[in-house]
């Protein structure tokens, strides 16, 4: 087994340990407010804290390229409610273009 299969393993592994911890930790009992106020805001924080380093991170520096100006597009058209096919298409075109002029 290469190192890279027994990465995926031990990962897949503890995310299943990580992820049957809530149910047999709390046992069917509700969270209280305070924590699921907090627990409800964390994918969209890591999604965003994702998206971010993914379009401005590069190898220890800051990389401001057409990706900004895709996500931006991406951005307003999320904004504006526009079903996400329009979004992907409207980001990879701004991108497209700010490649091209640049």
Known sequence: MSDVWLV???????TVAFKATGP????GRE??????????LL???????????QTVGGDNELVL???LAGVGVGAVAVAARAPLPVVVVAAAAATALVRLLV
């Open 24 to 27: 047999l930790l709390l046992g």
């Open 8 to 14: 995926v393993l031990v990962v897949g592994g503890v």
């Open 65 to 67: 390229d057409a990706r």
């Open 31 to 40: 969270l209280p407010d305070q924590v699921a106020n907090i627990v409800e």
């Open 43 to 53: 994918a969209p924080v890591l999604l965003s804290a994702l998206v971010v380093t």
